[in-house]
Antibody
């Protein structure tokens, strides 16, 4: 069964960086884009970007460009999202999510999500 | 900025409710790539609709959706207690990005 297992909660100081991992299993890692989405406490979902695990191609949301780096390690089926220059506004649950494909057609939606990683930024 | 959704919608069991999601011609109106997600408290979102009006396998046929111009809509018919959750729309955009709505809290009275 498909699983996305993320790394544990983090507490960071303002100005620091955080790196969240997302280990995939139950499917061929390189065949499906992985996206990163965050959700601040009591707030809505915010798309951060996507990575093609096969080619390494990346698209970042405009609001995160210059601060976010998405990478992957195909040897261990794991994707990473690193966010730098953290502020209190970055306090949120960060999710990785797998792109949904059906009958060889892929769609701009997500069928499996990680359990979420809580990142708290506090001095 | 986020797609526009009503903050809250409520209905009695058995009734139908509709949630709107308004964007622009650069997102909702320009592409048939609108999705809807259901999120219960403390849980990851779950997709209930993709590509405007397609239901993934396993999702109840009480969920239906449509789009007209720059506004997409999700309808839940035969409202049940388990439908109480937050709902988010999302759309592909002309910037090759994805954009979410602000979310709608559905309350079953």
């Amino acid at each position: 069964q498909v699983q996305l297992v993320q790394s544990g909660a983090e507490v960071k100081k303002p100005g620091a960086s955080v790196k969240v991992s997302c280990k995939a299993s139950g499917y061929t890692f390189i065949d499906y884009y992985l996206h990163w989405v965050r959700q601040a406490p009591g707030q809505g979902l915010e798309w951060m970007g996507r990575i093609n695990p096969n080619s390494g191609d990346i698209n970042y949301a405009q609001s995160f460009r210059g601060r976010v780096t998405m990478t992957r390690d195909t040897s261990i089926s794991t994707a990473y999202m690193e966010l730098s220059r953290l502020t209190s506004d970055d306090t949120a649950v960060y999710y990785c999510a797998k792109k949904f494909c059906s009958k060889a057609v892929c769609h701009d939606t997500f069928d499996f999500w990680g359990q979420g990683t809580m990142v708290t930024v506090s001095s | 900025s986020a797609l526009t959704q009503p903050a809250s919608v409520s209905g009695s069991p058995g009734q139908s409710i509709t949630i709107s999601c308004t964007g622009t011609s650069s997102d909702v109106g320009g592409y048939n790539h609108v999705s809807w997600y259901q999120q219960h408290p403390g849980k990851a979102p779950k997709f209930v609709i993709y590509d405007v009006n397609n239901r993934p396998s396993g999702v109840s046929d009480r969920f239906s959706a449509s789009k007209s111009g720059n506004t997409a809509s999700l309808t839940i018919s035969g409202l049940q207690a388990e439908d109480e959750a937050d709902y988010y729309c999302s759309s592909y955009t002309s910037s090759n990005a994805l954009l979410f709505g602000g979310g709608t809290k559905v309350t079953v009275l």
